[in-house]
């Protein structure tokens, strides 16, 4: 029988979503995804020429488990510029994407019945990999009003004895909203001797209004995770990090070693290249999805879905779609069956987002505009 706390792992609609999609368009239909998030862009191409030379030059073995000394100082380097802070590059562990960096923080924080602070709404996985160790997420509600991110006061209400992390993502998904500085600050705080923060800033260099925080301007007891998939357009790449706490280095680096041994060797290679070259596509890409953002919010809006709160940051437009469902998931199935289009349940984020649809704009002006125009359709508005 499979395990109990196993079973408990919930599926992922997203990817459910896109796998229906993926089977549409393979039987010929003219599908568009605003379902995954994942750029449509490529790369910059000193990401992909790193990648090439590295192949042609052999350099495929296996790295260090902690992950390239250059890398590792590009990543310090690169924080130490953007935010100000001091990162000894021997706190840095390169994983394979940052679901195994996120797998092995809680891995070193929980012990069965431990809990973490979770908001809900929320990135969908995020509790299967407290689950899957045994733990248990502890969800604090957050509001439409504030852009569904924290009120510290009423994580403070929640924390026990058995709270060992809180986790914090801004830019979020689903919302593309930002954590305020005055919240960051104030969760910051919170954390105590046996209390961490995790900080999942995947996001960060997509921010539109506006800049991103790291949780480590405001204190040094965090776990930040963060990699190249979302701004270099590096999904397949798998290629991630995290930046850990110095009590907890020598365990991270040990599970590294036993679970994926290291990241793959030719990949850090192109995430160097990002780093040391990539300003120029960044600043580019950041242009390019904020006229998506613009478009795909005007376009909701006329189909009269609404935003309290606008996203400044990632690629999402998380809508209120309660004048048309209660029930996002066969919203989602339904609208996917009959105009070929791709949209997320809110349901997917958790209970806090039932009545919701997540909107990517991680795809063409072109694609968008054609997309909302079927879904238009099939709510009947023209």
Not at 125 to 140: D, K, S
Not at 213 to 230: M, P, Q
Not at 293 to 320: C, D, H, I, Q, S
Request: hydrophobic share 40%.
């Amino acid at each position: 029988m499979i395990p109990r706390h196993i079973q408990k792992i919930k599926s992922f609609l997203a990817m459910d979503i896109l796998e229906k999609l993926e089977l549409r368009r393979a039987a010929g239909h003219p599908t568009i995804s605003f379902s995954l998030g994942e750029p449509d862009l490529q790369p910059p191409e000193s990401v992909r020429r790193a990648c090439i030379v590295a192949l042609e030059q052999d350099f495929t073995k296996y790295t260090a488990t902690q992950g390239l000394p250059e890398l590792r100082e590009a990543i310090a380097n690169d924080y130490l510029r953007k935010y100000s802070v001091i990162v000894d590059p021997d706190q840095i562990l390169i994983t394979g994407g940052t679901s195994p960096a996120l797998l092995l923080a809680f891995s070193v924080l929980l012990e069965p019945g431990d809990n973490v602070i979770v908001s809900n709404p929320h990135y969908p996985c995020y509790p299967a990999f407290i689950e899957y160790l045994r733990g248990e997420p502890n969800y604090v509600r957050v509001h439409e009003e504030d852009g569904f991110q924290y009120r510290p006061e009423e994580i403070r209400k929640k924390i026990t004895p058995k709270t060992k992390a809180i986790l914090i993502n801004s830019p979020s998904n689903p919302t593309g909203t930002l954590l305020p500085d005055d919240s960051m600050k104030a969760i910051a705080d919170l954390a105590g001797k046996n209390l961490w923060i995790v900080s999942d800033e995947i996001y960060h260099n997509l921010v539109y209004e506006g800049r991103e925080r790291s949780i480590l301007e405001f204190t040094d007891r965090a776990f930040v995770l963060n990699g190249f998939s979302k701004s270099y357009a590096m999904t397949g790449y798998r290629l991630g990090f995290v930046i850990v706490p110095k009590p907890f280095v020598r365990t991270m680096r040990i599970l590294h070693q036993n679970f994926y041994i290291s990241a793959n060797s030719f990949v850090q290679k192109a995430g160097i290249a990002a780093l040391q070259e990539g300003e120029k596509y960044l600043r580019k890409t950041r242009q390019i999805f904020d006229e998506r953002r613009k478009v795909m919010l005007e376009g909701v809006k006329k189909l009269g879905f609404t935003v309290a709160v606008e996203p400044t940051g990632a690629f999402y437009v998380f809508a209120n779609a309660k004048h048309i469902t209660n029930d996002s998931h066969k919203f989602a199935l339904d609208l996917l069956e009959q105009t070929d289009v791709g949209v997320t349940p809110g349901i997917d984020f958790g209970s806090g987002g039932e009545g919701y649809i997540r909107f990517s704009y991680a795809t063409s002006v072109e694609k968008i505009r054609e997309g909302l125009e079927r879904i238009g359709r099939y709510v009947g508005v023209s």
